[in-house]
């Protein structure tokens, strides 16, 4: 599809698909947020005269926030060189038993281009090389279109989008296998609620990676854990240090997760990757500032089981 828009309810209408759009571009629903208001922001600020010889204001409201995005990405690029530890993308609330139709997070479409393996690969990418692969492979907004975001020609804007994807070369974990998938998590939970450090070693690969996300604001390995066993030894240690820790079977970012919380406040978000029943990649979000949106949805529940 081309920047066209599709919506009958005219700029206003095209907010959902800009939020989709501008999450996926930078990994934080909150960074999204802000880029779409600042898109209509200057929308409004435009004189009516000129609004009204804009004929499709979709394509303009996607270029002006891709441009937003972009500028996003290249300042992020200096500020994450000081993060302190690793950085991870801001992980999207489980929607279940929620009533929050006007919340951001209610307007994106989870698809596997939201799943956190493929977001942590996209911050491997450049700033441009980013936003014409997200535009063309993910939105199928044609190269022509995307040339006015990035403000270089079409050929220039496909070779970008080219360099992306040989990122992505390695091995795709199939997405089809959700309730496999949701058993692992669930047997991963019990492991870690009675620290049953054997069962945690028979259910992570032994090539297994650990990498948390604490901002310097929440206890968190600066760098990542590798190795089943000692991903074990770290999730026990975690539950010997924090007595009363809940944990609550989650979706996060549409995939089977965990979330933990203690007095009713959620420390952790934790997505997984699970390969032939095994764990091989976890991602465990502390930084409270990456999760407002969960206290609020998760605190509600009753359905969590305490480690003992």
């Known amino acids: 599809m081309g920047m066209t828009g599709n919506s009958t309810d005219g700029p206003a209408g095209e907010r959902r698909q800009l939020i989709n759009v501008a999450y996926r571009l930078l990994g934080s629903l909150t960074d999204a947020e802000d880029a779409v208001q600042e898109a209509y922001a200057r929308w409004y600020a435009l004189p009516r005269s000129r609004r009204a010889e804009i004929r499709t204001p979709g394509a303009w409201l996607t270029t002006v926030t891709g441009r937003i995005c972009l500028d996003v990405l290249g300042s992020a690029r200096v500020r994450r060189e000081r993060y302190v530890g690793a950085w991870l993308p801001e992980p999207l609330p489980d929607r279940t038993g929620r009533n929050h139709g006007d919340d951001p997070a209610d307007q994106l479409v989870l698809d596997e281009s939201v799943a956190m393996a493929f977001l942590v690969v996209l911050e491997s990418m450049t700033p441009a090389e980013r936003v014409a692969f997200v535009l063309h492979d993910v939105f199928r907004y044609p190269f022509a279109d995307i040339a006015g975001v990035l403000d270089r020609s079409p050929a220039a804007c496909k070779q970008l989008a080219a360099s992306a994807r040989r990122r992505l070369s390695a091995p795709r974990t199939p997405v089809t296998r959700a309730g496999q998938d949701a058993e692992a998590v669930r047997r991963v939970k019990d492991a870690w609620e009675t620290k049953d450090i054997a069962a945690l070693v028979d259910l992570l690969d032994p090539a297994a990676v650990m990498t948390a996300d604490g901002g310097g604001m929440a206890g968190a390995a600066l760098h990542p854990v590798e190795g089943g066993a000692r991903i074990a030894r770290y999730m026990v240690a975690i539950a010997d240090r924090a007595p009363g ?20 406040a959620v420390m952790t978000v934790a997505a997984f990757e699970v390969t032939d029943g095994r764990v091989t990649r976890i991602w465990a979000v502390r930084n409270p500032e990456k999760l407002r949106p969960w206290t609020r949805d998760a605190g509600n529940r009753p359905d969590a089981s305490p480690i003992a």
């Not at 989650?250 to 933990?260: E, I, K, T």
Request: without cysteine.
């Open 245 to 264: 820790l809940e944990l609550l079977e989650r979706s996060v970012n549409g995939a089977p997760g965990l979330v933990a919380r203690r007095a009713g």
